[in-house]
């Protein structure tokens, strides 16, 4: 079952649509219509991504599937500036010198969006990267290209043509920037239920010490009351 029909291509983009507004990660979509069609989840990815360019180029068959592209659009994320990139860096600086770590940092500054949490993390592993190279790093000089190494160039590029004629180097970058997105999502999902955790954690470590307290006062209040009783009888006693 290797052809698509407009009715799975609908199900299909509709199925995305639902999962983007319900909060979930794309996957979801996929190996839910994989499950439906019988198909692999990879393929349906695959073939998402793919149809998504395609329809790009002809909105008249977008219209006639009745597909919104704009639900399906990749996002293009606006670069930092120098002094963003500064104040950044500052921030993180501050807040990881408090005793938090890089994550928790990130998911404060983000004020909870996990997709900006994300970036914000792949931002700080890059400036901290580059800051952090030797100073003596000898840079590539441009030359001009021999007959023979435009021969060699050509040739590997036949190669590599061949070998990958079933799929496009464009493909497969873009389905390994998607797995790693999809990656970094469950990764930040996890970090904000373990910072959610933690918070909770030291409540209830809050509650117990306060617990412990009165747990003290009382015992302590019903031991000098049971002092006070023993005085009195004695003194009745000796009386």
């Known amino acids: 079952m290797n052809i698509w029909n407009d009715d799975e291509v609908k199900s299909l983009f509709m199925e995305v649509e639902n999962v983007k507004n319900s909060g979930l990660a794309l996957r979801e ?24 360019d395609n329809l790009e180029k002809d ?9 919104d592209l ?26 990881t010198e408090s005793g938090m770590s890089v994550r928790s940092a990130c998911f404060k500054l983000s004020g909870g969006d996990m997709t900006l949490m994300t970036r914000l993390q792949n931002k700080y592993q890059n400036l901290k990267t580059q800051n952090t190279l030797p100073n003596n790093i000898v840079k590539f000089r441009q030359k001009f290209l021999t007959d023979s190494d435009i021969n060699s160039l050509f040739l590997g ?4 043509i061949k070998k990958n004629a079933s799929e496009s180097a464009e493909e497969r970058v873009r ?6 997105k999809e990656a970094y999502a469950e990764l930040a999902k996890k970090d904000r239920e373990i910072f959610f ?17 009165r747990v003290r006062k009382f015992l302590l209040s019903k031991g000098d009351k049971l002092k006070e009783e023993l005085s009195q009888k004695k003194t009745i006693r000796a009386n």
């Open 157 to 160: 590029l036949v190669k590599l």
């Open 29 to 52: 979509a996929f190996e839910k219509h994989a499950k439906k069609f019988k198909r692999k989840a990879n393929s349906v990815r695959n073939y998402y991504y793919h149809e998504v």
């Open 175 to 180: 389905n390994t920037a998607n797995l790693l």
């Open 70 to 95: 704009d639900k399906h659009t990749k996002n293009k994320l606006i670069p930092f500036t120098k002094e963003q990139e500064e104040n950044f860096m500052k921030e993180i600086k501050a807040l």
């Open 197 to 213: 955790i933690k918070e909770d954690l030291k409540k209830l470590k809050l509650e117990n010490e306060k617990l412990a307290e």
């Open 59 to 67: 909105n008249e068959r977008a219209n006639r599937l009745n597909i």
